[in-house]
């Protein structure tokens, strides 16, 4: 999917568009937002349903702790 859309292209507006905080009030650090952006992607091209995007986020969480875990996307 990287080879036709250059997703890093759109780090700047996603970060303004969610507003991440610092992080200097402690929580969870935020998830990615290309790879939000990719998994968006996915779900529309491909009509999927709430249940295997929650699949998507079980990666991306255990992706937090496993790196290799988000190569797939």
């Keep these: ?3 036709f859309i250059d997703f ?3 780090l700047s507006n996603l970060e303004k568009a969610l507003a991440y905080m610092s992080g200097a009030h402690g ?4 998830y990615n937002p290309v790879i ?5 992607v996915i ?5 999927l349903d709430e249940r295997t995007l929650r699949l998507f986020r079980e990666t ?3 992706g937090r702790s496993d790196p290799g875990a988000l190569r797939a996307l």
């Design 8 to 10: 890093e292209a759109f």
């Design 60 to 62: 991306l969480t255990k």
């Design 36 to 40: 939000m952006l990719k998994v968006l």
């Design 27 to 30: 929580g969870r650090p935020p």
């Design 43 to 47: 779900q529309t091209a491909n009509n």
């Design 1 to 3: 999917m990287d080879v």
